[in-house]
């Protein structure tokens, strides 16, 4: 092993870098250079001529396109992420808190639902086309076809208004004691999980699938070995790539999820400040969130990619 | 085989049966809401979230409208405008998809690696940058919503279409010296049909739940019109108060997807045991 | 010579493996149908004794994997044993549920699949799969157990014994996996093992030494050995006796010699007259029909040759049969006398003219004349069109045929491929393999071709299916004075139908000539070691080839 390995990994991480420059082109174009005139779909149709030039001017929308875009670039590549037009305040400052709050949310939400997921997964394999099978599916199907409020407010309305278990809104703030906070975040943790949950178990289950299907299962199982330490010696090796790569999908897929989980429950994360400033219109703010999210969800992917360059036994081992 | 062919014809699964009813009931709707809609859109009828009645069936909304009524009218916009962004998602989509397959070259290249940036970027971020400086109309709702879709349309249909170009029989086609029309029409898409039919369900459903997605977060369909999404918005605050009025709008975009869900599925199964099945195996 | 079988045995005695009326059911998933029972072996009956091979031959669908799993009281996917019996050693494994099963798998009875590629892990050691067994089952410490299967790496022929099974299973041949199966089979020292076609996914010249060494290890170590396979010549070198299967049921059982040389039942005989089919050569004429001109192609950018400087010709209505095995660029010839694959160098004459080397150049009298038949039937028809769309495009779009004058002219072919009109609305789907084959034969007919290439047509098929395939092209060939171009890696394929033989290896023409010259001495050496590597429907067949090659081996 060695070089080679390390060659293909260092290649995906280029990769990677490459693909999320290409997208900070794109973020930056999609917000920029559309038709409509970022000034004026500020300040809306009512606008002074004067006003309108004013805001241009402050924008820097005079510049070419592309000065303004390598000048973005220098500003987020040091750690400026610009001023909000809205609150003039530094984004990259309130963004940190907002940050940190995503991903607690979002770690814990990951915590319940990765091995939630595998073990469901698990079990529907282990009791394929039988009852624990269908009914697992049956509710997997169902649940991606639920939009992520349904789930949401119908947490709230069982767990906050009925039962009265948890607030309705996570409200949290620095300094907050670690259970409080974790109570504070029970339902949309939940809701969260829920949204991912279906999704990754039933991949698991057809990655699991996969390799309980392939002929060295057979083999083992004619050796007289028992199913765990089938599952332990045959299975196990060869269904980590997949399994991988379903959790890093879907914790991509939690990534986008927590924008609308985060309005429901007015939790001040990443997603709310992002929600809030496109209906303000504020584009600096959109941007830098934009592409922070971009990053996340690519390098998850990159992560997957890694992981399954990592345990292939045909680039470990080369010939 | 004639046999087994023969009774998928003339039987229907129970899930599917339940979701061609659904479905034919919410496109009921989505044509008729102005003569079934018992009060108008924006009328006024009542107080703040009455509870169900029989002048209001499912009670009033935040300002106090009929919540049926606007349900109804609702339902229409929704399934609307999802159906367009669908239609211009599929059409541009499997357009490029057959094109990049059959034509190949540097135009694949380029669309193809285009697509893959695109789908870099979650959906929904991206269409939340792009909303931020677009006006908000329901044209830019469908245009945004249409051309992000159309990538996965895209990938399907290439992957599809390709998968089909090099199999013998379009090799035997090619070789009796038939054009690429024959080829494309007569040979490829009769074959890439039934996947691409179940895709469309999974697209709609889709749009749907990113319309109100988008909606939900004030971003997409603008009052005074209502769709599912935004009704859902308008209610919600009732839900502290323990008013479901918010859940209904929610619960029929659930009701709405699993029956589109339900039907597609029941069309790739059923299409698929007409050709997947090799009459030896 | 059916075995009664028998009642209660004494464990002394010398029966191995005693399975009695055995009945094995499957439930299948039809989408969006509910789940049907089939039944895949019905009450069939066999017994083994220690030391003996026993073969079961059937062709595919015929329940004789399934019965080498049942043995071991295995049934794969959905498949189980509803009724019947296994004795082995005495004890009826079924009585015990899963737990004794396990202790009798991997000890006194082991598995070697058809695939070894696919049967082992990919992320393990090869040593460590190889002793998983023995280790399992307290056959043997580790260090014994890695002694024996070095042992076992060296008798059974594998390079470097020592060190290989540090291996992974993609750093090791086809062939070779195949043995260091047969070694990992053979390492807890079993008393029976089911060998499940394990020489069908390699080519001729490998097999005969795979072959060789399972039959050398089976006689060496004294095991009992279940031969599966869908081959009667392989089969009749290893095998004691040979039980025949078809559609689940027991045709015939009975010692080789008497199967081989006096079968009793039509279909046994029918698989053993599938090789007898001869062709008796036509002379070469003075003109020919098509010439390939030193021709050289190669694949991407890199230039990798793939056929190098061929030149062969084919004379009207005869047949050049194209030998060889994976990878000798056959098919790659086909493609670029068919225009699909643009020639590096060389050139193609048809019927007096020098065809444009693209496809997109050609006229359309010159596709008219070319018609090409492949090896997958199934892919080679538009799942989405009938027999008669299949059939008639051809006729619409070379002849401008239409309606009923169309609609008659392929009925006319559907009889001419002995069919018949009733199948004109069918789809292929609802076709068996060789009605779809004859299907490709009547639309490449539909275009009246002086010359057809035959892209291994037979190879998928069934042998009785296979040699129908076979006398229908020989008939249509007097009829339609059409020449053939017959790729093919199978030579019993070759003496039924060539008139001219050319073959080739890596590339390149090695052989070419009339079929009785190319078939007579002396030969060059590829062509000697393909022709002995040819397994002959004959006992002691083996030992006499495999003498051959390593006199010659040690002779060179």
Same mark, same amino acid.
């Given at each position: 092993m060695g070089t080679s390995l390390a060659n293909l990994v260092a290649q995906r991480i280029a990769f990677g870098i490459l693909l999320l420059f290409a997208v900070s082109v794109l973020i930056f174009a999609g917000t920029q250079i559309l038709p409509g005139d970022v000034a004026a779909s500020i300040l809306g149709q009512s606008?002074?001529?004067?006003?309108?030039?004013?805001?241009?001017?402050?924008?820097?929308l005079n510049d070419p396109a592309i000065v303004r875009y390598f000048h973005w670039l220098g500003g987020v590549l040091t750690g400026d992420l610009g001023t909000a037009l809205s609150s003039r305040q530094d984004i990259a400052s309130s963004l940190g808190p907002r940050l940190w709050n995503t991903l607690f949310l979002a770690f814990w939400a990951a915590v319940v639902a990765v091995p939630l997921a595998i073990i469901l997964g698990l079990l529907a394999v282990r009791y394929r086309n039988g009852p624990v099978d269908k009914t697992i599916s049956g509710l997997a199907l169902a649940s991606t076809s639920l939009p992520e409020f349904f789930i949401g407010y119908l947490l709230v309305f069982l767990f906050?208004?009925?039962?009265?278990?948890?607030?309705?809104?996570?409200?949290?703030?620095?300094?907050?004691?670690?259970?409080?906070?974790?109570?504070?975040?029970?339902?949309?943790?939940?809701?969260?999980?829920?949204?991912?949950?279906?999704?990754?178990?039933?991949?698991?289950?057809?990655?699991?699938?996969?390799?309980?299907?392939?002929?060295?299962?057979?083999?083992?199982?004619?050796?007289?070995?028992?199913?765990?330490?089938?599952?332990?010696?045959?299975?196990?090796?060869?269904?980590?790539?997949?399994?991988?790569?379903?959790?890093?999908?879907?914790?991509?897929?939690?990534?986008?999820?927590?924008?609308?989980?985060?309005?429901?429950?007015?939790y001040p994360g990443m997603g709310q400040y992002l929600v809030d400033h496109v209906s303000k219109r504020d584009v600096p703010v959109v941007q830098a969130v934009g592409l922070i999210f971009a990053a996340v969800y690519i390098g998850l992917n990159m992560i997957a990619d890694i992981a399954a360059i990592l345990v292939n036994p045909r680039l470990r081992h080369p010939k | 085989m004639t046999a087994l062919v023969l009774r998928y014809g003339a039987r229907i699964p129970i899930g599917a049966l339940i979701g061609l009813i659904a479905c034919a009931a919410f496109l009921f709707i989505a044509i008729f809401a102005q003569w079934i809609a018992p009060y108008g859109l924006g009328e006024i009828v009542g107080d703040v979230w009455e509870p169900a009645s029989p002048e209001h069936w499912l009670g009033t909304d935040n300002l106090g409208r009929d919540l049926l009524s606007r349900m109804l009218y609702g339902g229409q916009t929704t399934i609307l405008i999802a159906a367009m962004a669908t239609a211009l998602s599929f059409t541009l989509g499997s357009i490029l998809g057959f094109l990049a397959a059959v034509v190949g070259g540097w135009f694949e290249s380029i669309l193809s690696r285009f697509v893959d940036l695109l789908m870099a970027v979650p959906t929904l971020i991206f269409g939340l940058v792009v909303l931020s400086v677009l006006p908000s109309n329901l044209i830019t709702l469908v245009l945004v919503m249409g051309i992000l879709d159309s990538t996965r349309v895209y990938r399907l249909a290439r992957a599809v279409a390709t998968d089909i170009n090099v199999m013998d029989f379009v090799e035997a086609a090619k070789l009796r010296g038939e054009g690429s029309g024959w080829i494309i029409f007569r040979e490829i898409l009769p074959n890439a049909l039934s996947p691409l039919v179940s895709e469309l369900g999974l697209r709609f459903i889709?749009?749907?739940?990113?319309?109100? !997605?988008?909606?939900?977060?004030?971003?997409?369909?603008?009052p005074p019109d209502a769709d599912w999404g935004g009704m859902v918005k308008e209610n919600k605050d009732g839900i502290v108060f323990g008013v479901a009025a918010a859940l209904i709008? !929610?619960? !029929? &975009?659930?009701?709405?997807? &699993?029956?589109?869900?339900?039907?597609?599925?029941?069309i790739l199964n059923r299409t698929t045991s007409l050709t997947g099945g090799r009459g030896d195996a | 010579m059916l075995k009664p079988a028998g009642t209660w045995r004494d464990p002394e005695s010398s029966l191995l493996l005693d399975m009695r009326n055995l009945r094995i059911e499957a439930t299948v998933h039809p989408p969006g149908d509910d789940p049907q029972n089939v039944v895949i072996v019905d009450d069939v009956s066999l017994t083994l004794e220690k030391g003996r091979v026993l073969g079961l031959i059937g062709e595919s669908g015929a329940g004789k994997s399934t019965m080498g799993l049942a043995s071991m009281g295995y049934g794969r996917g959905s498949m189980r044993i509803t009724g019947g019996e296994v004795f082995l050693n005495g004890r009826d494994i079924?009585?015990?549920?899963?737990?004794?099963?396990?202790?009798?798998?991997?000890? @006194?009875?082991?598995?070697?699949?058809?695939?070894?590629?696919?049967?082992?892990?990919?992320?393990?050691?090869?040593?460590?799969?190889?002793?998983?067994?023995?280790?399992h089952h307290g056959i043997a410490t580790r260090a014994e157990a890695e002694k024996r299967a070095v042992a076992l790496f060296r008798k059974l022929g594998l390079p470097d014994p020592e060190n290989i099974g540090q291996r992974y299973t993609h750093q090791v041949s086809g062939g070779q996996l195949q043995r260091v199966m047969t070694a990992m089979a053979l390492c807890p020292e079993p008393d029976l093992i089911v060998f499940d076609e394990p020489t069908t996914a390699l080519d001729v010249t490998t097999q005969i030494g795979v072959l060789a060494a399972i039959k050398d290890a089976i006689r060496d170590t004294g095991v009992a050995a279940l031969y599966i396979t869908h081959d009667l010549a392989v089969v009749s070198q290893v095998s004691d006796e040979i039980m025949v299967l078809r559609h689940g049921k027991m045709v015939e059982y009975g010692k080789t010699r008497q199967i081989i040389e006096a079968p009793r039942m039509d279909y046994t005989k029918a698989l053993v007259s599938v090789r007898s089919l001869e062709h008796v050569e036509n002379q070469p004429g003075a003109a020919s029909l098509l010439s390939v001109n030193d021709v050289t192609a190669a694949y991407g950018r890199a230039h990798v040759k793939v056929v190098q400087n061929v030149s062969v010709q084919v004379c009207p209505g005869q047949t050049l049969a194209i030998v060889g095995e994976s990878g000798s660029g056959k098919s790659t010839l086909a493609r670029v006398i068919t225009g699909l694959m643009p020639p590096l160098s060389?050139?193609?004459?048809?019927?007096?003219?020098?065809?444009?080397?693209?496809?997109?150049?050609?006229?359309?009298?010159?596709?008219?004349q070319l018609q090409m038949i492949y090896q997958m039937a199934d892919v080679a028809m538009n799942p989405r069109q009938t027999v008669g769309t299949i059939i008639g495009r051809p006729l619409e779009f070379y002849f401008g045929m239409r309606g009923r004058?169309?609609?008659?002219?392929?009925? @006319?072919?559907?009889? @001419?491929?002995?069919?018949?009109?009733?199948?004109m609305n069918r789809y292929p789907a609802e076709l068996s393999g060789g009605q779809k084959q004859r299907i490709c034969i009547a639309r490449a007919l539909a275009a009246k071709p002086k010359l057809i290439i035959c892209d291994e047509v037979t190879s998928a098929l069934d042998p009785v299916v296979a040699n129908g395939i076979l006398k229908l092209l020989l008939r249509l060939q007097k009829i339609e004075d059409v020449a053939y171009l017959f790729i093919t890696h199978d030579l019993h394929t070759v003496k039924a139908i060539a008139d001219s033989i050319a073959v080739m290896y890596r590339g390149e023409v090695v052989r070419y000539g009339p079929k009785s010259s190319v078939l007579a001495r002396p030969f060059d050496a590829y062509t000697d070691l393909l022709l002995s590597s040819v397994p002959e429907m004959e006992i002691g067949w083996l030992e006499r080839a495999s003498s051959r090659g390593s006199a010659a081996q040690s002779a060179s």
């Open positions: 606008a002074t001529p004067q006003a309108l030039a004013n805001l241009r001017e402050e924008l820097g906050a208004v009925k039962l009265q278990w948890f607030p309705s809104l996570s409200t949290v703030y620095d300094g907050m004691p670690f259970l409080e906070r974790m109570k504070a975040i029970a339902l949309p943790a939940s809701a969260l999980t829920l949204v991912v949950l279906a999704h990754m178990m039933r991949m698991t289950r057809a990655a699991i699938l996969n390799v309980m299907q392939s002929a060295y299962i057979e083999t083992a199982e004619l050796k007289g070995l028992k199913p765990l330490q089938i599952i332990r010696r045959h299975a196990f090796p060869n269904a980590v790539a997949p399994i991988i790569n379903v959790v890093m999908l879907n914790l991509a897929f939690l990534i986008v999820g927590v924008v609308v989980v985060e309005v429901i429950f007015v | 889709n749009a749907v739940l990113f319309l109100s !997605a988008l909606s939900f977060l004030g971003l997409g369909v603008q709008p !929610a619960g !029929a &975009i659930a009701a709405l997807s &699993i029956s589109v869900n339900l039907v597609a599925d029941w | 079924l009585k015990g549920g899963v737990h004794e099963l396990r202790k009798v798998r991997g000890s @006194e009875i082991c598995y070697v699949a058809q695939s070894a590629a696919a049967a082992f892990n990919p992320a393990q050691r090869l040593m460590d799969q190889v002793v998983e067994a023995a280790l060389g050139s193609i004459t048809f019927d007096g003219r020098t065809l444009a080397s693209s496809l997109a150049e050609r006229t359309k009298d010159d596709l008219r004058e169309r609609d008659a002219r392929v009925a @006319e072919l559907l009889d @001419e491929i002995e069919m018949g009109r009733g199948f």
